[in-house]
């Protein structure tokens, strides 16, 4: 099935509950309204906040959790079998720790891939139309046209960071408007449908100067951190444009301010920050040519029904005692 991987490592076969105590972990999404209209999960409960999460912990088969989750919890959760992360990115969570204990989890890749892409697609295309500063003028009741003159994207080379679900559509949309598609990728093993070219990370610095827009739509690992740094940025064509859907610490903020205020780069779009939310007093607000979105790129009304989608997979393959799960950390 696709998203299925291999195991990380060996993790003891859990003694699977007859009845698990299920709890879905957001402060936003509606997963117990979504799963209760479905008809799946009954007796299934959500909690909205830390502190009331830490309070059920006790009590907890399963969880279905992201960004809420603390490393400590682990501690507080003694009967704890099953974590389905409600994101894609699965850095919340202690790996190793959860096999010591013989607890599994499943990421949520893939759900908002078509979101993520098309958001990224939209901050390219309001950076080279010029959007920003159009929308800057119409707050000012001015009907005039920017100082830079509106480009297109056709025609454009585009180097993606990162070639899983986000960069593969993402891929497939910027084929459509005529552009040239470089990716990259941890390593090349094979050819990627969909892409004009694929290098390796190491490659990052030969591929550089080629590019008219730079997008980063990879996960955050101790490869990545920073891969956008003060070297990369000067490596970069004075005329090319960052957009940045993957996380806040794949970029040197301190690198990208100086990059903006020197005029460097022509300008950026941020959907992340490396510490969110985004300070009030943050220098990012101020920057020239720099379009920032508060981490939404990945919402869209389809979300809770994918999540549970594959979480109901999941628990379909738990209950059957199957070892292989969907979108498998370990």
Request: hydrophobic fraction near 45%.
């Amino acid at each position: 099935m696709p998203g299925d991987s291999p195991p990380l490592s060996a993790s003891p076969a859990p003694t699977w509950p007859d009845n698990p105590r299920i709890w879905f972990v957001h402060k936003y999404y509606d997963l117990e309204g979504r799963a209760q209209a479905l008809k799946l999960f009954p007796g299934v409960r959500q909690v909205r906040s830390a502190e009331a999460l830490v309070e059920v912990l006790p009590d907890a088969d399963v969880l279905v959790v992201s960004g809420m989750w603390q490393p400590h919890y682990l501690d507080l959760a003694p009967r704890l079998r099953f974590i389905q992360s409600i994101s894609s990115g699965v850095e919340f969570f202690d790996t190793q720790a959860l096999i010591e204990r013989g607890i599994r989890l499943a990421s949520a890749s893939g759900v908002n891939a078509i979101a993520v892409a098309e958001h990224a697609l939209a901050l390219m295309l309001a950076l080279i139309r010029r959007l920003h500063v159009l929308l800057d003028n119409q707050r000012k009741h001015l009907w005039r046209a920017p100082a830079t003159r509106p480009g297109e994207l056709s025609g454009k080379t585009v180097l993606v960071i990162g070639t899983g679900s986000i960069g593969a559509h993402l891929s497939s949309l910027l084929c459509a408007f005529g552009c040239r598609v470089v990716g990259l990728r941890r390593t090349v093993s094979a050819a990627f449908a969909g892409f004009d070219e694929i290098h390796a990370f190491a490659d990052l610095a030969e591929q550089l100067p080629r590019a008219d827009l730079v997008v980063l739509a990879c996960p955050l690992t101790d490869e990545t951190r920073h891969l956008i740094n003060a070297a990369a940025l000067a490596q970069m064509r004075p005329s090319a444009m960052l957009i940045n859907v993957a996380r806040g610490g794949c970029v040197d903020e301190a690198a990208l301010a100086a990059a903006l205020r020197s005029g460097r780069i022509a300008g950026a779009a941020i959907d992340v920050a490396q510490t969110e939310p985004l300070a009030p007093d943050s220098p990012l607000w101020d920057l020239p040519e720099l379009i920032i979105t508060p981490h939404l790129a990945g919402d869209t009304p389809h979300y809770e029904d994918r999540v549970l989608a594959i979480f109901s997979e999941n628990l379909q393959r738990l209950r059957r005692g199957e070892v292989l799960l969907q979108n498998q950390v370990c």
